[in-house]
């Protein structure tokens, strides 16, 4: 079976720093575009970073320069390194793989508040 399970949400103040990890397994990870989706209350899913297989990455507009993505491949993770975190960054977070089909994780929560 497909896994993806992510892991280092929680409550953080603006202007912090948080890293998600999502660790897949039960598909041939280093083949997937790896990505990072949020959703926050009353709002659609929002693609936020992805990766290609090659180290390709891909950004949203409103996370340029505070977020980043990154792959290691031998551990069959993702991660997203956040920083400079802002009150809009609250929203629930999707790790995604992404190939011939489609896989989502369960979601965390990232709250950034006072």
């Known amino acids: 079976q497909v896994q993806l399970v992510e892991s280092g949400g929680g409550l953080v103040q603006p202007g912090g720093s948080l890293r998600l990890s999502c660790a897949a397994s039960?598909?041939?990870?280093?083949?997937?575009?790896m990505g990072w989706y949020r959703q926050a209350p009353g709002k659609q899913r929002e693609l936020v970073a992805a990766i290609t297989s090659g180290g390709s990455t891909n950004y949203a507009d409103s996370v340029k320069g505070r977020f980043t993505i990154s792959r290691d491949n031998a551990k069959n993770t993702v991660y997203l390194q956040m920083s400079s975190l802002k009150p809009e960054d609250t929203a629930v977070y999707y790790c995604n793989a992404r190939l011939t089909k489609t896989y989502w994780g369960q979601g965390t929560q990232v709250t950034v508040s006072s």
């Open positions: 039960g598909i041939i990870f280093s083949a997937y575009v």
